[in-house]
């Protein structure tokens, strides 16, 4: 069966510091992958969603970035955090050639608090 | 730009009550919707996935209706528990990748 983690699970770090947040998926291949973000009071914002290695679409522009350095792993990183950088960071994977119509999995999340 | 509204924001119900979740989206040319679960500080748990070609879908005591041409879902739950409390979570797919848009959510509380 596959699977989906993330850590670290909860993180406080200070303005200006940089940011790693790791998402890897077990039990599958070549994975949709995609990051969340869920700000307090808010609803799900989709950041960023990668098809393949290497390849990393954006949705908003922000201060933060994604890579996908092997298949079933996505990393989502900032060089500076911003106090609006908090929030609740969550993983998702999708199967499928195409990736349309399918059920998207959710990760546990990562808490951010940037103080 | 599609935008998908939930209502209501919050529910509290007596338990064993039925109740139904309300969910609205302005572009009708979508591949699927999807209902959620979110535990407090939880991620996401999918419950129901309806094609667009689909009407409704249920899972339990769970049923979910999908009205496309007039950009309305709604999710039925029966005889409602307290576990069932929970923040509901709708959400489209319109694109290639199955990018979702999401609703802000209904946070239901069923009491004893």
């Known amino acids: 069966s596959q699977t989906i983690h993330q850590w670290p699970a909860t993180l406080v770090q200070p303005v200006g510091s940089p940011l790693s947040l790791e998402c890897t998926v077990e039990?599958?291949?070549?994975?949709?992958l995609y990051w969340y973000r869920q700000a307090a009071g808010r609803g799900l914002q989709l950041l960023f969603y990668s098809v393949g290695i290497g390849q990393i679409s954006s949705e908003v522009p922000q201060n933060l970035s994604a890579s996908r350095p092997q298949d079933r792993q996505f990393i989502l990183s900032s060089k500076k955090l911003l106090l609006s950088d908090s929030g609740f960071y969550l993983c998702?994977?999708?199967?499928?050639?195409w990736g349309l119509g399918e059920t998207q999995y959710f990760g546990p999340g990562t808490r951010l608090l940037v103080l | 730009k599609q935008e998908v509204t939930q209502i209501p924001a919050a529910l509290s119900v007596p338990e064993g009550e039925n109740l139904v979740l309300n969910c609205s989206f302005t572009?009708?040319?979508?591949?699927?919707l999807q209902w959620f679960r979110q535990d407090p500080g939880k991620g996401l748990t999918s419950l129901l996935l309806?094609?667009?070609?689909?009407r409704e879908q249920t899972s339990g005591r769970l049923n979910a209706s999908l009205d496309k041409s007039s950009g309305r879902s709604t999710l039925y739950i029966a005889a409602s528990q307290p576990g069932d409390s929970a923040t509901y979570l709708c959400?489209?797919?319109?694109?290639?990748?199955?990018?979702?848009?999401f609703g802000t959510g209904t946070r239901l509380q069923v009491t004893l």
């Open positions: 039990g599958t291949s070549n994975p949709n």
């Open positions: 959400a489209v797919n319109t694109g290639t990748a199955s990018k979702l848009t």
């Open positions: 998702a994977w999708s199967g499928g050639v």
């Open positions: 572009d009708s040319a979508i591949y699927n």
């Open positions: 309806i094609q667009s070609s689909q």
